[in-house]
């Protein structure tokens, strides 16, 4: 899968692809067909690129099925 931005491919790095993808779909909407990378999607929602990790383990220790 590729990001929808800058058209790298989304893959492991400081998150998960999986988790990427799976914050894409949180914080974008489920029913999304384009995804963002780490760098794209942090740009987009105007936060650090760090903080997407705690971001993903915080939904997924709220029992999010996403993750």
Not at 51 to 58: G, S
Request: proline letters at 1%; hydrophobic letters at 40%; charged letters at 30%.
């Amino acid at each position: 899968m590729v990001c929808h931005e800058c058209e790298r491919e989304i893959k492991n790095g400081i998150i998960t692809a999986k988790n990427i993808i799976a914050l894409n779909k949180k914080l974008l909407g489920r029913k999304i067909i384009i995804f963002f990378c780490a760098d794209c999607l942090a740009e987009y929602l105007g936060i650090e690129k760090s903080d997407l990790p705690e971001m993903a383990e915080r939904f997924k220790s709220q029992g999010c099925t996403l993750f």
